[in-house]
C-alpha cells in the first residue's frame, strides 16, 4: 500500500516522464524499421535466387537424364547397348510407371503427367526392352524431345534468377536510400532532442524502475483507469493517452475472462492470485498473474481500486510448449507405432508363400520375427526345369534389416522373371543388389537350394548361411556342409555350389541361425547336436509336425514362448520327377484344357499350379454354384455351361478363344458396327446415361419388361466405374461412394450397348484395370454361400450382374483397362433364378506360372 500511495503522488511528474519515454520507443522502432527492411528484402531476393538457380540444376539433371536414355535408345537400335545401358533404360520404365501410379502423392508438373501417361512410350519402351525394335525411333524421339524440354526449361529458370537478381539490386538500392534520407536522418535529430529531455528526468527514471516492475493499473469504482504506470505502458504497448477513462474490463481484458477480473476487483483480497491474458496496444496478448486490492477512506468506503500483474508469459507458453511437446511426443510414438506395425505387414507381403507348391518341390515355410520387422527372408519359385527355393537372414533386426529384406525381394523378382534357376547365378545377383543399396553396412546370409525336378539332381550355394540338412528316404539326415561370404560383403566374392542325386522322397531343411543361437535361461545356446538329435526324433513326422515339433522342443528348452532372435524354418520334400515345361517367356497360346464337372466334383486334389489359368475352361452342368468356393482356391475362373442354348447363339468358337486378346467384343461378337457410346466424365453425368440407355432401349424395341432391368444394370455398371474401380497401389478406393467427382484427365469411362435380334450386350469400359479373378470368385462365393451381406463384405453389384445376366465375361488389363460386359437374351423374363456362365480373361504382361504368382 505505501508503494501505491509514493506512485500516485509522483503523477504530475511523470507524465513528463513517460512522454519522453514513448518518444525512446518510437525512435527504436522506426530505427529497427530502417534496419530490417533492406534486410527483409535481402532475404527474399537471396531466395529466389536460389531457388531459380535449384531449379536451373534440376532441369539441367532432367535434361542431361533424358538426353543419356536418348543415347541409350540409339545404342540398342545399333546394336551394341551394354548392361549398364539396358538397366538404364529398365530403371527409366521403372520411374514412369511409378510417376504414373504416383502412390506417394509427390508433385508431377503437367509435362511429367504427360510423360507417364503416354501410351506410345510405354508401348514402344516395353516393346524394346522385350527385344522388339520396330518402335525405337519413337522412344529415341521422345526421350530427345524431353531433353530438349529441360534445356529449354533450365535457360528460363536462369534468365528468372538474373531477373530476380537485377530486380533485388535496385529495391535494396531504393531501401537503403528511403531508410537514410526518410527514416535514420530524422531519427537521429530526435534522438539527439530527446535524449535531452530524458537526462532532466533520470533521477525519476531510475526511481520509477527500480520500485515498480509490475503492472500497476489504479481504476475508480465503476473501473476507469485513472492511472497506469510505465512499466504497464512499456509492456502492453499502451500510450498513456490511451488508456486513461478508458474501462479497463473492455480495454484490457478479453470477453470471456471479464467475469472473473470484475469478481478478482470485487473481492479486493490481495492474497487471490488470479492468471489472466491482457490486451496489448497491436493485438497481441500477455498472460498476467493479477491481484487486487482497494484503496479506502477513513469510513472505510472505498475510493479507488488497485490491480497489480506481474507478466507470466514465458511461463505460460512454456507449459503451453511442455504440453505440445508431450503431445508431439505422443503422436511421433503413435506415428512410429503405425509405421512399424505397416512395414511389419509389408514384411510379411516379402515373404515367399508359406505352402509350397511348385514342379518336384513341396513343403511349407514358417518365419517367427522378434522384433516389429524382421530380417528373415524366405521365398521360392520355378522356371521351365528347377525348382527354387531361398533362405535369407539380414544382419541386425527393425526397419533397417527390413529395408534390405525389400532389396532382395525385388531381386528375387528379377529372377524369377527373367528364368534364372542356377544357385551361383543367384547368389552372385543378389550380392550385387545388396552391395549396391547397403553399401557394406549391412549384410545378409542365405542359402539357395535348386531341385532340378526332370533328373532329381540338388544344388545347393551358401553365403556365410547355416548349414541346411537333408534327410534321405530311409529317414537318415546328412548335414550339407558348404561355406561362403556373406552377401554384401565383397563385389568379388566367390559362390562355391554342390552337387547331390537325390531320389523321389527326399527331404530338405532350411533354417535360420536362431535355431542354433537361441539359448537357455543358463546361457547356453540349442546348437547342432540338440538340433541333430531332434530332427532324429522327429524323422518319421510329415511336414507340419516336424515343424511343429522343433518349434516345440526349442521353445521347452529355452523356457519361454518368444524369442530372442528371428526364427525361419523351410521343410521340402522332393515328390514328383516332371517332363520339360515350356519355357516362361514364351507367349504363344496354349491349347485349351477342358475340364469336365463330373472330374473337377470327383477328384479333390488342387490343380497342377503350373498350369494357366488363362486356358482352363470348366464345362458345367446345372446347378454347378456349389463348386465356386473350390474355384476360387484353385483360381479356375472361366465356367461355361455345355447344354446353354445361349452360349451357342454367341458362338463357341469365340467363347473358347476368348482368351486371345480383342479390341472390341461388342462389333465383333454382336456385328455391331458402331455400338452405343455414352462416356463418362463426372458423376453427375450418371442420371443422363441411365435416362439415355432408357430411351434407347425403347427406341430400339427392346421388350418393356426388360427396360426397368437393363437400366438397373447400367446404373450398377455406373457406380463401379465411379467408385468401384478407383484404387490406389495397396487396392484401397480412392473415392467413397456417393461423393460428387470429376474424372481426371488420363481416366475414362464409357457405357457402350449393342444389339443383334434378340441378343443384347451391356458393357462398361475404364482405364483402371484394378479388379483381379481373385477378388471376383472370393465376391461370387461369398453370395453363393449367405455372407454376402455380412459388414466389410462387397461386391453385391457383382453378384446381381452375373445372376441377371446369360452369360458374363471381364476383361482386365492390369493397371490400364477392364471391359464387363452383360449378355441377355431378350426373349425370355429377367430372372434372378440361374447361375449363368462366366469367364475372367486376366492379361497379365508376367507369364502365368500358377495361380498363386498370377
Known amino acids: ?161 538474373q531477373g530476380l537478381l537485377l530486380g533485388g539490386a535496385v529495391a535494396l538500392f531504393f531501401a537503403f536510400l528511403y531508410a537514410w534520407l526518410g527514416i535514420l536522418r530524422p531519427i537521429g535529430r530526435q534522438s539527439r532532442e530527446r535524449a535531452l529531455a530524458l537526462a532532466r528526468a533520470g533521477e525519476f527514471n531510475e526511481d520509477v524502475i527500480n520500485t515498480a516492475r509490475v503492472v500497476i493499473l489504479v481504476v475508480d469504482t465503476e473501473q476507469r483507469i485513472v492511472l497506469a504506470n510505465h512499466h504497464c505502458q512499456s509492456l502492453l504497448q499502451w500510450p498513456r493517452a490511451q488508456l486513461l477513462g478508458q474501462s479497463l474490463l473492455t480495454t484490457l481484458v478479453a470477453a470471456g475472462d471479464r467475469p472473473a477480473m470484475a469478481a478478482l476487483l470485487a473481492d479486493s483480497d490481495p ?66 507405432r503405425d509405421e512399424a506395425q505397416q512395414a511389419a505387414a509389408l514384411h510379411a507381403v516379402y515373404l515367399g508363400h508359406q505352402i509350397i507348391s511348385l514342379p518336384g518341390l513341396s513343403g511349407l515355410a514358417t518365419s517367427i520375427t522378434s522384433s516389429e520387422v524382421g530380417g528373415d527372408y524366405f521365398d521360392s519359385y520355378a522356371t521351365a526345369h528347377v525348382a527354387v527355393a531361398l533362405l535369407g537372414d539380414v544382419s541386425g533386426h527393425g526397419l533397417a534389416a527390413g529395408s534390405i529384406v525389400a532389396v532382395a525381394k525385388a531381386a528375387v523378382n528379377q529372377l524369377r522373371e527373367q528364368g534364372i534357376g542356377c544357385p551361383k547365378k543367384i547368389l552372385h545377383h543378389l550380392n550385387g543388389a545388396i552391395l549396391g543399396t547397403a553399401q557394406g553396412l549391412r549384410l545378409m546370409t542365405m542359402v539357395c537350394a535348386a531341385v ?79 538340433l541333430e538329435a531332434a530332427l532324429t526324433q522327429l524323422g518319421e513326422a510329415n511336414d507340419e509336425a516336424l515343424r511343429d515339433g522343433l518349434f516345440r522342443i526349442l521353445r521347452a528348452y529355452c523356457g519361454r514362448e518368444d524369442f530372442e532372435d528371428d526364427m525361419t524354418i523351410m521343410v521340402l520334400r522332393h515328390d514328383e520327377r516332371l517332363p520339360d515345361l515350356p519355357p516362361m517367356a514364351d507367349k504363344e497360346v496354349r491349347d485349351i484344357v477342358r475340364i469336365a464337372q463330373s472330374f473337377y466334383q470327383q477328384t479333390s486334389e488342387k490343380l497342377a499350379p503350373r498350369l494357366s489359368r488363362q486356358h482352363l475352361i470348366l464345362f458345367a452342368e446345372e446347378d454347378w454354384q456349389a463348386l465356386l468356393p473350390r474355384m476360387a482356391r484353385d483360381g479356375l475362373r472361366r465356367v461355361l455351361v455345355s447344354q446353354d442354348s445361349f452360349l451357342q447363339m454367341l458362338g463357341w468358337d469365340r467363347l473358347l478363344t476368348a482368351h486371345q486378346e480383342i479390341d472390341d467384343e461388342l462389333s465383333v461378337w454382336m456385328n455391331a458396327a458402331a455400338p452405343i457410346q455414352l462416356p463418362l466424365t463426372q458423376s453427375t453425368d450418371k442420371d443422363g446415361i441411365l435416362a439415355a440407355t432408357s430411351v434407347w432401349l425403347q427406341e430400339a424395341q427392346a421388350p418393356a ?72 470368385l472370393q465376391r461370387l462365393t461369398a453370395y453363393v454361400e449367405g455372407d454376402g451381406l455380412l459388414p466389410g463384405i462387397g461386391g453385391g453389384g457383382l453378384y446381381l450382374l452375373w445372376r441377371l445376366a446369360d452369360y458374363l465375361q471381364i476383361r482386365v488389363v492390369p493397371g490400364r483397362e477392364s471391359r464387363l460386359t452383360v449378355f441377355v437374351n431378350l426373349d425370355r423374363l429377367p430372372t434372378d433364378d440361374r447361375y449363368p456362365s462366366f469367364q475372367f480373361l486376366y492379361h497379365n504382361d508376367i507369364h502365368e506360372w500358377s495361380h498363386e504368382h498370377a
Open 1 to 161: 500500500m505505501p508503494e501505491n500511495v509514493r506512485l500516485a503522488e509522483r503523477v504530475p511528474i511523470g507524465s513528463f516522464y513517460r512522454a519522453n519515454l514513448e518518444a525512446v520507443e518510437d525512435v527504436r522502432s522506426r530505427t529497427f524499421i530502417a534496419l530490417w527492411l533492406p534486410a527483409f528484402l535481402l532475404v527474399i531476393a537471396g531466395i529466389g535466387v536460389w531457388e531459380s538457380l535449384a531449379w536451373h540444376d534440376n532441369a539441367l539433371k532432367d535434361a542431361q537424364h533424358y538426353q543419356r536414355l536418348a543415347a541409350n535408345v540409339l545404342t540398342v537400335e545399333e546394336g551394341r547397348a551394354t548392361d549398364a545401358q539396358w538397366h538404364d533404360l529398365r530403371m527409366a520404365r521403372a520411374q514412369i510407371m511409378d510417376m504414373r501410379e504416383n502412390a506417394g502423392g509427390h508433385f508431377l508438373s503437367p509435362y511429367e503427367k504427360a510423360l507417364a501417361f503416354n501410351p506410345t512410350l510405354i508401348d514402344a519402351l516395353n516393346a524394346m526392352l522385350q527385344g522388339r525394335t520396330d518402335h525405337i525411333g519413337q522412344v529415341e524421339a521422345i526421350f530427345s524431345f524431353a531433353a530438349a524440354h529441360y534445356r529449354a526449361q533450365a535457360s528460363d529458370d536462369l534468365r528468372y534468377g
Open 271 to 336: 492474497d487471490r492470485i488470479l492468471e489472466i491474458p491482457a490486451y496489448t496496444a497491436s493485438g497481441g496478448t500477455r498472460v498476467m498473474a493479477w491481484s487486487a486490492t482497494a484503496v479506502r477512506d477513513v469510513s472505510g468506503r472505498e475510493l479507488l481500486q488497485v490491480a497489480m500483474g506481474v507478466d507470466v508469459t514465458e511461463r505460460a507458453q512454456a507449459q503451453v510448449a511442455l504440453q505440445g511437446a508431450l503431445q508431439q511426443a505422443q503422436m511421433l510414438s503413435d506415428r512410429l
Open 452 to 530: 532340378d525336378f526332370r533328373r532329381g539332381i540338388l544344388q545347393v550355394a551358401n553365403a556365410g548361411h547355416q548349414f541346411p540338412y537333408l534327410q534321405w528316404p530311409d529317414g537318415c539326415w546328412e548335414l550339407l556342409d558348404i561355406g561362403g561370404l556373406p552377401l554384401g560383403q565383397e563385389a568379388s566374392a566367390a559362390v562355391a555350389v554342390k552337387e547331390w542325386e537325390i531320389p523321389l522322397g527326399s527331404r530338405l531343411l532350411l533354417i535360420s541361425d536362431g535355431w542354433v543361437e537361441e539359448i537357455s535361461p543358463l546361457g547356453e545356446p540349442f546348437g547342432y547336436e540338440r
Open 705 to 776: 419388361i426388360w427396360i426397368d432391368t437393363l437400366t438397373l444394370m447400367a446404373d450398377e455398371l455406373v457406380e463401379n466405374a465411379l467408385y468401384a474401380a478407383p484404387r490406389d497401389a495397396r487396392g484401397e478406393a480412392l473415392y467413397a461412394k456417393g461423393v460428387p467427382r470429376i474424372l481426371g484427365e488420363q481416366e475414362t469411362a464409357h457405357l457402350r450397348m449393342a444389339r443383334r435380334d434378340n441378343l443384347f450386350a451391356l458393357q462398361m469400359m475404364d482405364s483402371w484395370g484394378t479388379l483381379t479373378p481373385a477378388v471376383f
